[in-house]
T-cell receptor, first 110, second 117 residues
Framework: TQLLEQSPQFLSIQEGENLTVYCNSS?????LQWYRQEPGEGPVLLVTVVTGGEVKKLKRLTFQFGDARKDSSLHITAAQPGDTGLYLC??????????FGAGTQVVVTP | DARVTQTPRHKVTEMGQEVTMRCQPI?????VFWYRQTMMQGLELLAY????????DSGMPKDRFSAEMPDATLATLKIQPSEPRDSAVYFC???????????????FGQGTRLTVV
């Protein structure tokens, strides 16, 4: 059983459209991270959210941490081909291990 | 430009051979993670170290995998003997953490793509 469930698994959209990906868990976390991974590379940290209800913006990316600190979402406005990649959420479990969700593969076509 | 360095980037080996993967964490980072990534399983945590001490290696098959940190600038992951099912991309990541239960931000290397034939 995955600690972090991500949905959808795959998302294909046209340039200029908006998209949202989700990360859910039954566990409460002190913080949660989002990473993006491109082919042939390791994941790159995008953001860490810490406070329940927190919203962070990174250019066209908006990250939200749920009030109960069990879930998070990533919204991309006016997606561009450069946003293509595997989006991963991660959090530290009760054993101190940094665990990742399975990821959402996003493809943005021109 | 600080980054995690992994070698080799690619490795093809025959079943039964020993494989050693190396990682140089970012200078000053006290936490090192080893992950394995496959299409089926995603990113699986194999082991992690804090201040060079192994904190958890429950994700590793103990009979064939071993992870060590001979010093603060080098982490190694060995597989002996290797099997075709070990084929995957192995990532090392480093970060700064305090205490055991802490949400350490991880900085990843480019990975070692291992193929066991």
């Amino acid at each position: 059983t995955q600690l972090l469930e991500q949905s959808p698994q795959f998302l294909s959209i046209q340039e200029g459209e908006n998209l949202t990906v989700y990360c859910n868990s039954s566990s409460v976390f002190s913080s949660l991270q989002w990473y993006r991974q491109e082919p042939g590379e390791g994941p790159v940290l995008l953001v860490t959210v810490v406070t329940g209800g927190e919203v962070k913006k990174l250019k066209r990316l908006t990250f939200q941490f749920g009030d109960a600190r069990k879930d998070s979402s990533l919204h991309i406005t006016a997606a561009q081909p450069g946003d293509t990649g595997l989006y991963l959420c991660a959090a530290t479990d009760s054993w101190g291990k940094l665990q990742f969700g399975a990821g959402t593969q996003v493809v943005v076509t021109p | 430009d600080a980054r995690v360095t992994q070698t080799p980037r690619h490795k093809v080996t025959e079943m039964g051979q020993e494989v050693t993967m190396r990682c140089q964490p970012i200078l000053g980072h006290n936490t090192v993670f080893w992950y394995r990534q496959t299409m089926m399983q995603g990113l699986e945590l194999l082991a992690y170290f804090r201040n060079r001490a192994p904190l958890d290696d429950s994700g590793m098959p103990k009979d064939r995998f071993s992870a060590e940190m001979p010093d603060a600038t080098l982490a190694t992951l060995k597989i002996q003997p290797s099997e075709p099912r070990d084929s995957a991309v192995y990532f090392c990541a480093s970060g700064l953490g305090q205490g055991v239960i802490t949400n350490t931000e991880a900085f990843f290397g480019q990975g070692t793509r291992l193929t066991v034939v």
